[in-house]
């Protein structure tokens, strides 16, 4: 069955320095993908990055990267030069299946992140 | 098209009323979920449309949720004779089926019962 496990209930971090948020994930498919998404208070989901099974090298989107290690099945999350606004729920998630295949994402607990002035 | 809109935004209701929210997705996506997320937790997945075709259910949606999409564009989502274990925020999201991977999310409604 999909899993996704998030470890860390809440991370601080400096302004200005790199955080990485873990997430290891368990799908017996072979093509799946892999999503971060960022939840304010405000509640609404926003979109960070994608990172398909079968893409060689790790996303990149910003000051967003995703450390993709397949034989290990973590996608961690790395946020570089973290911003006061980064404070927020963070979610990993995955969905099974080709990249136009649709389908539902099963989301981890997710990690409050909190960056420090 | 600013994005997925979800009315209302709150909805505060006696346990034993029937509630319905509404989501409209971005304009030319054709697929549609519906998850619910309660406090402290990730979204769980209830439904997904594709156009008007209702794909998938998830198990957590009970014989009291109904989710409809009549003309393929927005959708409901109902729930009867609410419960106080109904509270939580429930999310619509879109996507297109070609090109971007990611779905989209709107604001979500969120659903207290007392």
């Known amino acids: ?117 | 098209d600013t994005g997925v809109s979800q009315n209302p935004r709150h909805k505060i209701t006696k346990r034993g009323q029937n509630v319905t929210f509404r989501c409209d997705p971005i304009s030319e996506h054709n697929r549609l979920y519906w998850y619910r997320q309660t406090l402290g937790q990730g979204p769980e997945f209830l439904t997904y449309f594709q156009n008007e075709a209702q794909l998938e259910k998830s198990r957590l949606l009970s014989d009291r949720f109904s989710a409809e999409r009549p003309k393929g564009s927005f959708s409901t989502l109902e729930i009867q004779r609410t419960e106080q274990g109904d509270s939580a925020m429930y999310l619509c999201a879109s996507s297109p089926s070609r090109g971007s991977a990611e779905a989209f999310f709107g604001q979500g409604t969120r659903l207290t019962v007392v």
């Open chain 1, 1 to 117: 069955a999909q899993k996704i496990t998030q470890t860390q209930p809440g991370m601080f971090v400096q302004e200005k320095e790199a955080v990485t948020l873990d997430c290891t994930y368990d799908t017996s498919d072979q093509s799946y993908g892999l999503f971060w998404y960022k939840q304010p208070s405000s509640g609404e989901m926003i979109f960070l990055i994608y990172q398909g099974s079968y893409d060689e090298q790790n996303a990149t989107e910003g000051r967003y990267s995703l450390n993709f290690q397949k034989a290990r099945k973590s996608a961690n999350l790395v946020i570089s030069a973290s911003q006061l606004g980064d404070s927020a729920m963070y979610f990993c998630a995955m969905r099974e299946g080709f990249l136009n295949q649709g389908g539902k994402l099963i989301f981890g607990q997710g990690t409050e992140l909190s960056v420090k002035p």
